[in-house]
């Protein structure tokens, strides 16, 4: 079982990162084994609407290629189950994760949409569909905004048939933390991200069998 944990900030080695990899530390005690990727320092192009995604021709691959996101893209798809995490930014996830879920709608189009493939069953395939999903946010202040940003990462897995978890406290893991390395002294705030691994690992592993 592959858990992918995935850090949307654009600092390096901060909270964000901290988080995720207590989240996959809690995946790999479980027999996990946990992949990692951070956004910061990646090229990530926004999507452009141009909309060749839709198309039968495009068999799941962006026109956009000369970014990482497509790296990022081909382990998501080799991931079971895949954590994702931002530090709030205006009680949402950060503009280079919001440009990562855009440019995923071409993982919801691999073989074009159904209309094109008339009398085939199944309709579009969707890439991450049944993959388990789980999310964490950090954030400086208390109520600062976490709770928005798990919900805006949760419903982006929805919205990929993925299934999601919580984290046996609630909708996933809500950490504050303003300066870097801060988040280590957020006892609660690791608990539930570690929490977050635990109930991803679980249920993937429930679904590998
Ligand atoms: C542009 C920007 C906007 C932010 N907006 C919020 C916010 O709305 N709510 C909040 O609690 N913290 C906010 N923060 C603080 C960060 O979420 C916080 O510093 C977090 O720990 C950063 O995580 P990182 O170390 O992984 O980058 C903001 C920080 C920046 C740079």
């Known amino acids: 079982m592959r858990i992918l944990g995935i850090s949307g900030s654009p600092r390096a080695k901060g909270n964000t990162e901290i988080l995720v990899h207590e989240a996959l530390r809690a995946a790999s005690e479980m027999g996990a084994k946990a992949d990692f990727i951070a956004l910061s320092g990646k090229k990530i192009k926004p999507c452009t609407g141009c909309g060749t995604c839709r198309t039968e ?56 949409m159904p209309v094109d493939r008339p009398g085939v069953p199944g309709g579009p395939e969707f890439l991450l569909k049944n993959k ?28 990929q048939s993925m299934i999601v978890v919580g984290n046996n406290y609630g909708m996933g893991a809500s950490a504050k933390a303003g300066m870097k390395g801060d988040a280590l002294n957020d006892e609660i705030g690791i608990a539930m991200a570690r929490h977050v691994g635990l109930r991803v690992a ?8």
């Open 57 to 112: 021709s495009s068999m799941g691959i962006c026109v956009i290629k000369d970014d990482d996101v497509p790296r990022i893209y081909e382990a998501m798809k080799e991931a079971d189950g895949i954590i994702v995490a931002s530090p709030v930014y205006f009680l949402s996830v950060t503009a280079q994760l919001k440009a990562l879920f855009d440019r995923s709608v071409i993982l919801r189009y691999a073989k074009g």
């Open 132 to 159: 388990v999903g789980g999310a964490i946010a950090v954030g400086g202040g208390r109520d600062g905004g976490q709770l928005f940003t798990v919900n805006s990462i949760l419903q982006w897995m929805l919205l």
């Open 202 to 209: 679980e249920v993937a592993g429930k679904f590998r069998g």
